[in-house]
């Protein structure tokens, strides 16, 4: 059975690894709105998810990426089976351009602001499959056990607060956006899912 989310991790990895160490790689292809706006490099909207500011950065997110991706594809599978993928794909990549959007239209004009990050890629799935299943208990570095709301909630206190300190190259702020537009995306595409959502919401399981 085919993953898409293996290929996704093995290009992220790569790219962001590749960009450590070449400043020009990261320079050409991270997140500048101003670059955007008045040099129309419009790829940037996708790119700048390939590519990651640290190696704890990369980790993490290719770890959620990871845990929840493959929950993704397989609920998507179950629901739509013959056009999954193309589901899976509109899901990942429109996260990324949703988180960044509200970033675009704020520093079209600021040459200095930079962003890199898969997260708001990530936080489209996390929450995708929490509407999936979610009591579904995950575990992190098969230890830590926590439904899949829980872990969603955990996220975005976590992405609130990194967002406050603005002391890296991370658009935080975005990934509320992404996992806005995972939510809604997944809520819209069939309304049985909707409907069992709602249902499995109102009966928690622990």
Not at 46 to 74: Q, R, T
């Amino acid at each position: 059975m085919k993953y898409f989310t293996f290929y996704i991790i093995l290009a992220t990895a790569g790219f962001s690894i590749a960009a450590f160490q070449n400043t020009t790689l990261m320079a050409r292809y991270q997140f500048n709105a101003y670059m955007i706006h008045h040099r129309n490099q419009w790829y940037r909207f996708v790119s700048h998810a390939f590519l990651h500011a640290d190696w704890s950065h990369l980790i993490i997110n290719m770890l959620v990426l990871y845990f929840f991706g493959l929950n993704v594809e397989n609920s998507l599978r179950f629901f739509f089976d013959g056009y999954s993928t193309i589901l899976f794909l509109l899901l990942y990549f429109g996260g990324i351009v949703a988180a960044s959007a509200t970033t675009y239209f704020k520093h079209k004009d600021d040459y200095s602001y930079n962003s890199v990050g898969a997260s708001g890629a990530v936080s489209a799935l996390l929450f995708s499959s929490v509407v999936f299943d979610p009591w579904n208990k995950i575990y992190l570095y098969g230890i830590i056990g926590l439904p899949g709301i829980a872990w969603a909630l955990i996220y975005v206190g976590y992405s609130y607060y990194m967002g406050k300190k603005q002391n890296d190259n991370i658009n935080h702020d975005a990934h509320l956006w992404g996992g806005v537009f995972g939510l809604v995306f997944t809520l819209i595409i069939d309304f049985e899912i909707t409907d069992r959502f709602f249902k499995l919401l109102s009966n928690p399981q622990f």
